[in-house]
């Protein structure tokens, strides 16, 4: 079987267009974005890519008039996601490593950063990467801001600036902070993160830029990477798709709340649109927690034809490159307060994850 993977995905699929219009009615100040130019880094990653077509999908649906500039490092990569777009006046794409200055010149009235990278393969191989993207990346991304008389800039951070929280805490909102080892080998990711929102917050402070943070937590969805990406989704999905037993490498008790794709992107725009400057907002699905383990067993029984099992194969130690943090719920109400609710279930998700990579396009 051909897998059409995140390197294939295609606008036109009608997975893609059913969600497409999902968010056209789950975002209701979408109007604060036509006629504006909209700048999207790291645009062919999972969430940057539906934001792209998203804005894409509002020119062709609403006639919007947004000019897209999807900021990428593969150019290859990025076309065969954006290929239905190489011949529209309101794409462009901007080729470049956002850790080098902004190649643009012109008016930008919103910047999505979303450049940079959380997968434990890249964490445990490219650390410096990792902290480069997150850091220099970000002050690049705020002084094209200051050129470009930008109104707002939404920057993705990551749950993971939580650190390890107190024994005493059952959820985490957005002001509730606890350790993190900067020695541990993994904290390249959420120590870097956190210097990105504090670079955000400076240069709201000094210069006036606008900003919001959104802090997600373990989003999923047609686009993804799932070969050699290292993240429980990820690992999950390629099984399925390939045809191979779920192996797990612990007794899967550990509890996981996934955001499918669309209802992570809409509470992103919703944040960039109605969020107050200078604030973060968590982004997870609360609604339905599982122990991963009972996440692979609903794999396995969503597709009985396959003949698949869940198998377990418990190291003695855990890869370094995961994250041993304990599980603790994100607190939604400040996203919740600005219009934003959960409306892809768990279920659905994964079956629309699974036939959007089984798709034939």
Partial sequence: MEIKGA????????????????????????????????????????????????????NEKDHANIHVLALVRNEEKAWKKFADFKNEEQFELLVQDVCEPIQYIGKIDYIIHT????????????PVGIIKANTLGTINILETARKAETKRVLYASTREVYGKENADVTEIKENIFGALDPMERRSCYPESKRISESIVQSYYYQYGIESVVVRIAHSYGPGMIIDNDGRVMA??????????DIVLKSKGDAVRAFCYVTDAVAAMFIALLEGEPAEAYNIANETEPYPIREVAEKLVQLYPEKGLKVVFDIPKEMSLGYSKMGRVMLNTEKIENKGWKVLVNLESGLKKIIDSFEEKL
Avoid: C
């Fill in 235 to 244: 690992d999950f999905i390629s099984d399925i798709v390939h045809g191979r």
């Fill in 7 to 58: 390197e294939k995905m295609n606008y036109r699929s009608q997975i893609i267009q059913d969600d497409m219009e999902r968010m056209f009615h789950q975002i209701e100040s979408k109007e604060k974005l036509y006629n504006t130019t909209v700048l999207i880094t790291g645009a062919s990653g999972m969430l940057a890519t539906y934001m792209t077509y998203y804005l894409m999908y509002l």
């Fill in 115 to 126: 450049a940079g990278n959380a997968s434990p393969h890249f964490i445990m191989n490219d």
